[in-house]
T-cell receptor, first 111, second 117 residues
């Protein structure tokens, strides 16, 4: 099945710093989403981005489907950005709700 | 809209007991899924459904049953609980047809934390 790898596994930032999180996947996808899991465990949709670029405030994401990777950019980080960031993909041969998750990037933003 | 709701929030079972985790959504989404999350790991798909009466297995289906008799509800049944099923369980729903204007985004419930002793 499709493999999803995220890097880095952990990241510590000072408030105000910028960061880039990477997601590599091993095959064609019909779905790619970025999620933020906050310290209370809630999963929050950030982006649905199987290809192209999107921006939402201080966050933006780019997926280059032909090269099988996606990047999540966080600018001017805040302590509320702390948590785990997951990339999840859907194999192009399956239903779009069959998501395969990476193991996540644990982000800690220090004041 | 309440979105995706899950009950209970917490549950402790003894080995061999059975129970049902409830999941409901009020967004008229066709697709629903169950995932489990173990410490330090990403989510893994247990079972999923693409419409009422249609279910299929995900990555880790053993020990779990599902049914989808209505669009709104997608319960997950543990047949005979084992300590290996200690986990946090998430239910998700998705609108594949884009009728809400945002298709193929999965929305997750708050999770059920299950401990099997």
């Amino acid at each position: 099945g499709i493999q999803v790898e995220q890097s880095p596994p952990d990241l510590i930032l000072q408030e105000g710093a910028n960061s880039t999180l990477r997601c590599n996947f091993s095959d064609s996808v019909n779905n790619l989403q970025w999620f933020h899991q906050n310290p209370w465990g809630q999963l929050i949709n950030l982006f649905y981005i199987p290809s192209g670029t999107k921006q939402n405030g201080r966050l933006s994401a780019t997926t280059v489907a032909t090269e099988r990777y996606s990047l999540l950019y966080i600018s001017s980080s805040q302590t509320t950005d702390s948590g785990v960031y997951f990339c999840a993909v859907g194999d192009s041969g399956g239903a779009t709700n069959k998501l395969i998750f990476g193991t996540g990037t644990l982000l800690a933003v220090q004041p | 809209n309440a979105g995706v709701t899950q009950t209970p929030k917490f549950q402790v079972l003894k080995t061999g007991q059975s129970m049902t985790l409830q999941c409901a959504q009020d967004m008229n989404h066709e697709y629903m899924s169950w995932y489990r999350q173990d410490p330090g790991m990403g989510l893994r798909l247990i079972h999923y459904s693409v419409g009422a009466g249609i279910t299929d297995q995900g990555e880790v289906p053993n020990g779990y049953n599902v049914s989808r008799s209505t669009t709104e509800d997608f319960p997950l049944r543990l047949l005979s609980a084992a300590p290996s099923q200690t986990s946090v369980y998430f239910c998700a729903s998705m609108d594949p047809l884009g009728t809400s204007g945002r298709s193929d985004e999965q929305y997750f419930g708050p999770g059920t934390r299950l401990t099997v002793t």
